[in-house]
């Protein structure tokens, strides 16, 4: 297992289409969580899942984006309708409830790009 | 409202010199305050963490100094190397929540050779 992986790495998309990212956590982490990144900023917290539990979202996480982890492995992050301004970086990161608990391993992310 | 800021948002210092990147936070309840380094087209990494019952704590060439009273972190990196060029985020644990991190806007540290 070499680490979290994001796929596509990079997203074109054109406004008011549809995109789903993908993420898979290293293997024995139970916590999986989604960020978004905008140019010069910190990250900013979506989502996240203990095991298949989605137990908290932030308000930035609209009507138009849903996070699923259906099996408590991998998880998908799925943007409805994307808006110009939905464009950033999305960065997953997964980690343990034991052990250093904000030691997360963060994912290269997922570049989108909404034209 | 919750927020963590820098005071810099850009160092430079020459290599083999010590850098010090400063840190505000303003939520007083936080347990947990994390520093992250981001290299270009990655992920943030973790660097060092520091409970609040703690005010200083070392790793290997970093150590972390937590200011409670002034609501201070600061993160020192001793003999700055090339590849410790990077973005550096310190973040804390949100009040509402045990489980997720803060990031505040990140300081870029740029290691002259």
């Given at each position: 297992d070499?680490?979290?992986?994001?796929n596509?790495?990079?997203?074109?998309?054109?406004?008011?289409?549809?995109?789903?990212?993908?993420?898979d956590?290293?293997?024995?982490?139970?916590?999986?969580?989604w960020?978004?990144?905008?140019l010069?900023?910190?990250?900013?917290?979506?989502?996240?899942?203990?095991?298949?539990?989605?137990?908290?979202?932030?308000?930035?996480?609209?009507?138009?984006?849903s996070?699923e982890?259906?099996?408590?492995?991998?998880s998908?992050?799925?943007i409805?309708?994307?808006?110009?301004?939905?464009?950033?970086?999305y960065?997953?990161?997964?980690?343990?409830?034991?052990?250093?608990?904000y030691?997360?391993?963060f994912?290269?992310?997922?570049?989108?790009?909404v034209? | 409202?919750?927020?963590?800021?820098?005071?810099?948002?850009?160092l430079?210092?020459?290599?083999?010199?010590?850098?010090?990147?400063?840190?505000?936070?303003?939520?007083?309840a936080?347990?947990?305050?994390?520093?992250?380094?981001q290299?270009?087209?990655k992920?943030?990494?973790?660097?060092?963490?520091?409970?609040?019952?703690?005010?200083?704590?070392?790793?290997?060439r970093?150590t972390v100094l937590?200011?409670?009273?002034v609501?201070?972190?600061?993160?020192?990196i001793?003999?700055?190397?090339?590849g410790?060029?990077?973005?550096?985020f310190?973040?804390?644990?949100?009040?509402?929540?045990?489980?997720?991190?803060?990031f505040?806007?990140g300081?870029?540290?740029?290691?002259i050779?």
């Amino acid at each position: 297992d070499t680490g979290v992986s994001q796929n596509p790495r990079h997203k074109i998309t054109k406004r008011g289409q549809n995109v789903t990212f993908r993420c898979d956590p290293i293997s024995e982490h139970n916590r999986l969580y989604w960020y978004r990144q905008t140019l010069g900023q910190g990250p900013e917290f979506l989502t996240y899942f203990q095991n298949e539990a989605q137990l908290e979202k932030s308000r930035l996480l609209s009507d138009r984006f849903s996070a699923e982890r259906p099996k408590g492995s991998f998880s998908t992050l799925e943007i409805q309708r994307t808006e110009q301004g939905d464009s950033a970086m999305y960065l997953c990161a997964s980690s343990l409830i034991l052990g250093r608990p904000y030691g997360y391993t963060f994912g290269s992310g997922t570049r989108l790009t909404v034209v | 409202g919750e927020s963590v800021g820098l005071h810099l948002p850009t160092l430079s210092v020459q290599e083999g010199d010590n850098s010090i990147i400063n840190c505000a936070y303003s939520n007083s309840a936080s347990d947990y305050f994390i520093w992250y380094k981001q290299e270009s087209g990655k992920g943030p990494q973790f660097i060092i963490d520091i409970r609040s019952n703690m005010d200083k704590r070392q790793g290997q060439r970093v150590t972390v100094l937590l200011n409670k009273t002034v609501k201070h972190l600061s993160l020192q990196i001793a003999a700055t190397q090339p590849g410790d060029s990077a973005v550096y985020f310190c973040a804390e644990n949100g009040k509402t929540s045990y489980d997720k991190v803060i990031f505040g806007p990140g300081t870029s540290l740029s290691v002259i050779p």
